[in-house]
Each structure stands twice: as structure tokens, then as C-alpha cells.
């Protein structure tokens, strides 16, 4: 058999499609090469595109309208052979919470795209009927797909895909409908949340198909970059966390979120319920004998899926989707969870906003203000909401737009739980007041992973979870570096292992860690080592990146991210929380406890550079090299303060 040899990438292809469904039309293009060190790539590069294109029309651009722009990014890790590196982001902006979203999967649709030669994608316009926009080396081909329109994603991708070197983007039902939180699904993972998926079906993409495998990725510093990648994969591999993840999956946090009380339960009312150890990690991986089914390049094998009592192999739910439809809507059967996770999975919605809504629902019919078949308890009737949900009908059409959109229609605001728009993950702030702040100030909304300090306070023990004391230095600086990770575009867990098991961290008795991460955040930051990430990156793209300037790109692109928030209109008046967590100290766990947010808020701001009102000042945007808009009234108010 002949071989054939294939073309090398070294680092980056620096070659992005960009793509008017519209006219059916796409051009090529190169980022700068300061935007490329600027901003890395994935989603900050993303978010940079998406903002030069904008521009000041950003605030009053529709999401649902054909102007919006819908960006897939594959970041430096991807095709590499680093750890955890089939990760892609999805950028745009939000039809669920009106700003910017940005979004993390590790589906096959990013390496087949990498491979294919494109390091991105930029699409704007609205096609005149549906279609599968297929990619290839040479660019892009535009196929009529009237009949997959009304296709659940598991049939479409089986539909749309013709070879093992295609990677696919889909989207379901609950899209096409205008679910305000559809996702986007490629194999089994998804681009899940603030509703890309509504977005895609906005511009009557029904799919986009990439071929790769034309090409292989090969970094630039060969030698530096098989040290680093050796080291690397030892230190997620042997940390413990990570294998309790590795043999649990995410619902290993479980029993954590018990003992420490973030676990929600009936609509986040109360913290704890000993019930939830039917859902934890370690009972579901008895009860359905579980294997590994990951993301390609994965280290950390968080994915898992099982054999369930009806004899079928389902893939084992994520933690938070777990939280928000176990205790949460008053049921502890994991057998119901498993299949109302893959109908909602096929019909392509986000299993996170579609758990809190419904356990809105739940709580407004039992204070009357507004009727539902919907109890805490009641399972019966779920399937049958999660597909109502899908198709908007019935009670459905209504929940399918969110539990803020419902509180300000019925009343209710105080226990919607949301932020910003955005439905909160499993994770019942009160447990920790830094996570709290973290979802306060989260860019895309309620978001668990802008800096998950409930990590540092409820799961490690390194902050005292009820005291605001470092919480807002510690916020920051976790949000800058997950922000400089999905620039790289790899995963938030491998994090774990570059922090915890390098030498001073590891050998530091936690008693002293403890102190010194509260007491002297600073020294404390300063001395954490996660040069193995960025010298992965260098080695990757060949600049010469040093920790302090892998930081400083995830704060460039976190706060461009802000300041175009605030272009949308955000402000310190959207930095709150459900009034639940701010007022209501009572729940079933022993320790009384509600956030104590604004001194923390107060002290974020400075440390981020805002003004009083949460926006960036001039000088914050000037000294990050943030190019300010100055052409509309509504930038004026945002800088000029």
C-alpha cells in the first residue's frame, strides 16, 4: 500500500475562513501577528475578531439577526498531541442574555477543522433556506438541506457525516424552535450553553461538516515542546484530583458538595440533602459499571458512560447536569436523570438552563404566581416538559425562554437562578462567598468556570469558604488564567495538575498554603508555578511567552470581554445575585451563611481596573492595548466617567 504523506502545520496555519450564509460566499484572511500574540487564539482571539467587525454596533447588534457573527476558534493546543488538545471554542453574541457568550468543546469538529488547515471560522448572514456548510482545504461548499430541518442531532450527524476524517457541528429541535439555550453538538460533547445552537439556526445552518486529516500539527520548538508535553501529561495524570475524576467523572464532586453545602436542592432553597449520595460518582459507577468515553488527547478522562437498568449504554451525566435536575427538582433516581440527559442531548438544549428554569417553575406555582403541572417531586411529567421545551408547546414555550424572562413576566426574580441571564450551574454559592462573586461577575453570566474559586474554598479547603478575605484577588487572578486556558483551548481540569503538582505547592504542608493563599494572596500567586502551560504554548507557536505574559493575555482578552458586556449595556447593577443567596441564611445545612458580596464587588473593581460602575477605565483599556470605541453615545458613557 502506497503512503501518503501529509502536509505540515508548524504551529499555526494562520489561515481563517470567513463565510456570508447570505450571499453564500467566504474569503480568507490572517490575523495580525499582534493580535495572534495579543490574544493567543480560541476564544479571546474570538472575541477580538468579533469586536473589530462590530465594533459600536455591538450593542444594538441582534443576536437572533443576520448581522450577529457566529465564530468557531481551534486554539494553539489543537492536533498537537498535548494534553487534553482537541478542544475548539464557539464565540458570539448571546440571544439567552443579550452579551457576549463564549463557549468550550471537545468534539471531533476542531481537530477535523485543524486538519483540514483552518485555525477558525467567522459566519454572519442568514441563509434563504437551510444548509450544511462543508469545509475542506480548499474552503467552502454550501448544500440545501430542507430535509434535515426537524432532524434530532444524533440523526443528523449520522446523516451529514460520510467519512472518519469529517468532524461535525449540529444543531437539534430545540435550535430550529428558537429555544433561547439550544446548543451545538459535535460527536458527544457540546457547545452548551447561552445558546449558540439558537444562533446557528438564526442563520438556517443546520450543520457545518469539516474534512481534515490533510494535515498534521507540528510546533515550531520540537524538542522543547516533547519535554514540556512529557512533563506536562505526569503532572495531570498523578494528581489526585483529576483521578478521582478519572474514576468518577464530574459527579465525583458530589459528595464534596454534601459535606460542604453547595449541593442544590428544590431550587436551591436549601444546601444539603443526604439523598444525594445515589448521585454521586462512586454509587453511579457501581450501579451502571462504567468505561471511559472522552475527548481525543484527554489526560484527565473525565467522560464516562455506563450500561443502565433498560440494558442501554448511556453516556454518565455531567455534575452540574446531575445538581440542577437531582435535588434540585426533588429527585435522587439516577436512571431518570441518565435519560432525560440524552433527550434533551438529541433534541440539542442546554441541560443546565433547562434544569434551573424548570425548578423556577416549580417554586412559582407553589407560591402562586404563576400555573404549572411542575412540583418538586413529581417526576412523571419531566420527559414530557423536556420535549414541550424542544418543540415550544404548551408550558414549554415559555420555559423555553429562560427563568429570568419568566420572573420578570410572573414575578419571582428573587429565587430565579440566574445571573446576568445565565442559569447557574450546581453549585449554591453560600457554601463559598468567593464563588459567589465569581458568578457575580462572570462575563457571560452565571457561569461556574470564569474562576471556580469553590474549588480553592469547598473541594481543596485552601480559603475559608465564609469570609470574603482574598476572595476578590483570588477571583481575579483565576479568571485571568481561564481565560489565557481557553485562549490555549485546552481543559479547565488539566489546570489541577499544572498548579497542584509542581514541587512548592506539593510539598507545602496545606496548613501553610492555607494561610499564605488568605493572608498574602499575592506572594501566594506569585509563587505558583504553571510555566509547563505556557511553555507549551511558546514551544507550539514559537514567541517566546513567559508566565507573566500568559496571564496578562488572559486578562487582555478578559477584559475586552467586559468592556464589550458593557458596550451591551452591563454595569455594576447587573454584578449581583439572586436575592436568595444574599438574604436567606436559613437551609438544611448546619452552618448559617448568605454571600457578603459588595465588599467584595468593591475591591474586585479596583483590582481589575474598573470604574465605581464595573467598566474598564480608559487607562485599564489603554495600558492593556484595548483599542476604545468612541464614536457612539453609548461608548462615551462607558469610558469617558
Same mark, same amino acid.
Not at 117 to 124: A, H, N, T
Not at 164 to 171: M, Q, T
Not at 376 to 402: M, Q, S, V, W
Given at each position: 500500500?502506497?503512503?501518503?504523506?501529509?502536509?505540515?502545520?508548524?504551529?499555526?496555519?494562520?489561515?481563517?475562513?470567513?463565510?456570508?450564509?447570505?450571499?453564500?460566499?467566504?474569503?480568507?484572511?490572517?490575523?495580525?501577528?499582534?493580535?495572534?500574540?495579543?490574544?493567543?487564539?480560541?476564544?479571546?482571539?474570538?472575541?477580538?475578531?468579533?469586536?473589530?467587525?462590530?465594533?459600536?454596533?455591538?450593542?444594538?447588534?441582534?443576536?437572533?439577526?443576520?448581522?450577529?457573527?457566529?465564530?468557531?476558534?481551534?486554539?494553539?493546543?489543537?492536533?498537537?498531541?498535548?494534553?487534553?488538545?482537541?478542544?475548539?471554542?464557539?464565540?458570539?453574541?448571546?440571544?439567552?442574555?443579550?452579551?457576549?457568550?463564549?463557549?468550550?468543546?471537545?468534539?471531533?469538529?476542531?481537530?477535523?477543522?485543524?486538519?483540514?488547515?483552518?485555525?477558525?471560522?467567522?459566519?454572519?448572514?442568514?441563509?434563504?433556506?437551510?444548509?450544511?456548510?462543508?469545509?475542506?482545504?480548499?474552503?467552502?461548499?454550501?448544500?440545501?438541506?430542507?430535509?434535515?430541518?426537524?432532524?434530532?442531532?444524533?440523526?443528523?450527524?449520522?446523516?451529514?457525516?460520510?467519512?472518519?476524517?469529517?468532524?461535525?457541528?449540529? &444543531?437539534?429541535?430545540?435550535?430550529?424552535? +428558537? *429555544?433561547?439555550?439550544? @446548543? %451545538?453538538?459535535?460527536? /458527544?460533547?457540546? =457547545?452548551?450553553?447561552?445558546?449558540?445552537?439558537?444562533?446557528?439556526?438564526?442563520?438556517?445552518?443546520?450543520?457545518?461538516?469539516?474534512?481534515?486529516?490533510?494535515?498534521?500539527?507540528?510546533?515550531?520548538?520540537?524538542?522543547?515542546?516533547?519535554?514540556?508535553?512529557?512533563k506536562a501529561k505526569k503532572m495531570i495524570q498523578q494528581n489526585s484530583f483529576v483521578q478521582g475524576y478519572r474514576d468518577y467523572g464530574t459527579p465525583y464532586n458530589v459528595r464534596f458538595g454534601v459535606q460542604a453545602g453547595?449541593?442544590?436542592?428544590?431550587?436551591?432553597?436549601?444546601?444539603?440533602?443526604?439523598?444525594?449520595?445515589?448521585?454521586?460518582?462512586?454509587?453511579?459507577?457501581?450501579?451502571?459499571?462504567?468505561?471511559?468515553?472522552?475527548?481525543?488527547?484527554?489526560?484527565?478522562?473525565?467522560?464516562?458512560?455506563?450500561?443502565?437498568?433498560?440494558?442501554?449504554?448511556?453516556? &454518565?451525566?455531567?455534575?452540574?447536569?446531575? +445538581? *440542577?435536575?437531582?435535588? @434540585? %427538582?426533588?429527585?435522587? /433516581?439516577?436512571? =431518570?436523570?441518565?435519560?432525560?440527559?440524552?433527550?434533551?442531548?438529541?433534541?440539542?438544549?442546554?441541560?443546565?438552563?433547562?434544569?434551573?428554569?424548570?425548578?423556577?417553575?416549580?417554586?412559582?406555582?407553589?407560591?402562586?404566581?404563576?400555573?404549572?403541572?411542575?412540583?418538586?417531586?413529581?417526576?412523571?411529567?419531566?420527559?414530557?416538559?423536556?420535549?414541550?421545551?424542544?418543540?415550544?408547546?404548551?408550558?414549554?414555550?415559555?420555559?423555553?425562554?429562560?427563568?429570568?424572562?419568566?420572573?420578570?413576566?410572573?414575578?419571582?426574580?428573587?429565587?430565579?437562578?440566574?445571573?446576568?441571564?445565565?442559569?447557574?450551574?450546581?453549585?449554591?454559592?453560600?457554601?463559598?462567598?468567593?464563588?459567589?462573586?465569581?458568578y457575580a461577575v462572570a462575563n457571560r453570566g452565571g457561569c461556574h468556570l470564569n474562576a471556580y474559586p469553590i474549588g480553592l474554598e469547598a473541594i481543596f479547603g485552601f480559603l475559608p469558604p465564609y469570609s470574603s478575605r482574598a476572595k476578590a484577588r483570588w477571583v481575579a487572578y483565576m479568571e485571568d488564567l481561564f481565560s489565557a486556558i481557553n485562549a490555549?483551548?485546552?481543559?479547565?481540569?488539566?489546570?489541577?495538575?499544572?498548579?497542584?503538582?509542581?514541587?512548592?505547592?506539593?510539598?507545602?504542608?496545606?496548613?501553610?498554603?492555607?494561610?499564605?493563599?488568605?493572608?498574602?494572596?499575592?506572594?501566594?500567586?506569585?509563587?505558583?508555578?504553571?510555566?509547563?502551560?505556557?511553555?507549551?504554548?511558546?514551544?507550539?507557536?514559537?514567541?517566546?511567552?513567559?508566565?507573566?505574559?500568559?496571564?496578562?493575555?488572559?486578562?487582555?482578552?478578559?477584559?475586552?470581554?467586559?468592556?464589550?458586556?458593557?458596550?451591551?449595556?452591563?454595569?455594576?447593577?447587573?454584578?449581583?445575585?439572586?436575592?436568595?443567596?444574599?438574604?436567606?441564611?436559613?437551609?438544611?445545612?448546619?452552618?448559617?451563611?448568605?454571600?457578603?458580596?459588595?465588599?467584595?464587588?468593591?475591591?474586585?473593581?479596583?483590582?481589575?481596573?474598573?470604574?465605581?460602575?464595573?467598566?474598564?477605565?480608559?487607562?485599564?483599556?489603554?495600558?492593556?492595548?484595548?483599542?476604545?470605541?468612541?464614536?457612539?453615545?453609548?461608548?462615551?458613557?462607558?469610558?469617558?466617567?
Amino acid at each position: 500500500m502506497e503512503t501518503i504523506q501529509k502536509e505540515r502545520i508548524i504551529g499555526e496555519s494562520r489561515k481563517y475562513l470567513e463565510i456570508d450564509v447570505t450571499s453564500r460566499t467566504f474569503q480568507v484572511f490572517s490575523p495580525s501577528e499582534e493580535d495572534l500574540a495579543d490574544y493567543l487564539g480560541g476564544a479571546a482571539l474570538g472575541l477580538k475578531l468579533i469586536y473589530d467587525r462590530l465594533g459600536e454596533r455591538l450593542g444594538s447588534i441582534d443576536p437572533l439577526g443576520p448581522d450577529n457573527i457566529l465564530a468557531f476558534m481551534m486554539g494553539s493546543f489543537l492536533g498537537t498531541g498535548a494534553p487534553c488538545s482537541a478542544r475548539f471554542a464557539g464565540i458570539t453574541k448571546s440571544p439567552l442574555t443579550g452579551i457576549m457568550a463564549t463557549s468550550s468543546c471537545g468534539g471531533p469538529f476542531g481537530l477535523a477543522c485543524k486538519t483540514a488547515g483552518w485555525d477558525g471560522l467567522l459566519i454572519r448572514g442568514r441563509a434563504t433556506v437551510p444548509l450544511v456548510l462543508r469545509i475542506n482545504r480548499e474552503g467552502v461548499r454550501f448544500e440545501e438541506a430542507r430535509e434535515l430541518w426537524g432532524l434530532e442531532t444524533g440523526e443528523t450527524q449520522a446523516r451529514v457525516m460520510k467519512s472518519p476524517k469529517e468532524g461535525a457541528l449540529v &444543531i437539534g429541535p430545540a435550535a430550529e424552535q +428558537g *429555544v433561547l439555550y439550544a @446548543n %451545538i453538538r459535535s460527536g /458527544d460533547r457540546y =457547545l452548551g450553553r447561552a445558546g449558540l445552537g439558537t444562533v446557528m439556526a438564526s442563520k438556517n445552518i443546520k450543520a457545518i461538516v469539516a474534512t481534515g486529516r490533510d494535515y498534521t500539527i507540528d510546533a515550531r520548538d520540537r524538542w522543547n515542546f516533547e519535554r514540556l508535553n512529557k512533563k506536562a501529561k505526569k503532572m495531570i495524570q498523578q494528581n489526585s484530583f483529576v483521578q478521582g475524576y478519572r474514576d468518577y467523572g464530574t459527579p465525583y464532586n458530589v459528595r464534596f458538595g454534601v459535606q460542604a453545602g453547595y449541593m442544590p436542592v428544590r431550587n436551591f432553597r436549601d444546601r444539603t440533602d443526604p439523598r444525594w449520595e445515589a448521585l454521586s460518582g462512586q454509587a453511579m459507577a457501581e450501579r451502571y459499571r462504567t468505561i471511559h468515553a472522552v475527548c481525543a488527547y484527554c489526560v484527565v478522562l473525565c467522560g464516562h458512560k455506563g450500561t443502565y437498568p433498560d440494558g442501554k449504554i448511556r453516556h &454518565i451525566p455531567e455534575y452540574e447536569t446531575i +445538581g *440542577v435536575w437531582g435535588g @434540585n %427538582i426533588g429527585n435522587y /433516581d439516577p436512571d =431518570l436523570i441518565g435519560l432525560w440527559n440524552e433527550r434533551m442531548n438529541e433534541l440539542g438544549m442546554d441541560t443546565i438552563s433547562a434544569g434551573v428554569t424548570v425548578s423556577w417553575a416549580m417554586e412559582a406555582a407553589e407560591k402562586g404566581l404563576r400555573p404549572s403541572e411542575l412540583a418538586f417531586g413529581k417526576t412523571d411529567n419531566i420527559l414530557k416538559i423536556i420535549e414541550d421545551i424542544a418543540y415550544r408547546r404548551g408550558e414549554g414555550a415559555e420555559l423555553a425562554l429562560g427563568s429570568r424572562r419568566l420572573a420578570e413576566r410572573y414575578g419571582g426574580l428573587e429565587f430565579a437562578i440566574q445571573v446576568k441571564g445565565l442559569e447557574l450551574a450546581a453549585y449554591d454559592p453560600r457554601a463559598g462567598w468567593g464563588h459567589g462573586l465569581n458568578y457575580a461577575v462572570a462575563n457571560r453570566g452565571g457561569c461556574h468556570l470564569n474562576a471556580y474559586p469553590i474549588g480553592l474554598e469547598a473541594i481543596f479547603g485552601f480559603l475559608p469558604p465564609y469570609s470574603s478575605r482574598a476572595k476578590a484577588r483570588w477571583v481575579a487572578y483565576m479568571e485571568d488564567l481561564f481565560s489565557a486556558i481557553n485562549a490555549t483551548q485546552t481543559c479547565l481540569f488539566s489546570i489541577f495538575g499544572y498548579l497542584l503538582e509542581p514541587p512548592l505547592v506539593k510539598l507545602t504542608p496545606k496548613p501553610i498554603l492555607r494561610l499564605a493563599m488568605t493572608y498574602t494572596p499575592r506572594l501566594a500567586q506569585a509563587l505558583l508555578d504553571y510555566s509547563g502551560l505556557s511553555g507549551l504554548v511558546g514551544a507550539i507557536t514559537g514567541r517566546r511567552l513567559t508566565m507573566k505574559d500568559y496571564l496578562l493575555a488572559g486578562r487582555r482578552s478578559h477584559v475586552l470581554e467586559r468592556y464589550m458586556n458593557t458596550l451591551c449595556g452591563i454595569s455594576r447593577k447587573d454584578d449581583t445575585l439572586p436575592q436568595r443567596f444574599l438574604t436567606e441564611a436559613q437551609t438544611a445545612h448546619p452552618v448559617l451563611s448568605t454571600v457578603r458580596l459588595e465588599p467584595m464587588l468593591r475591591q474586585y473593581y479596583r483590582i481589575k481596573g474598573y470604574d465605581a460602575e464595573g467598566r474598564p477605565t480608559l487607562r485599564t483599556l489603554k495600558k492593556l492595548g484595548i483599542r476604545p470605541i468612541i464614536n457612539s453615545p453609548q461608548a462615551e458613557r462607558v469610558i469617558l466617567q
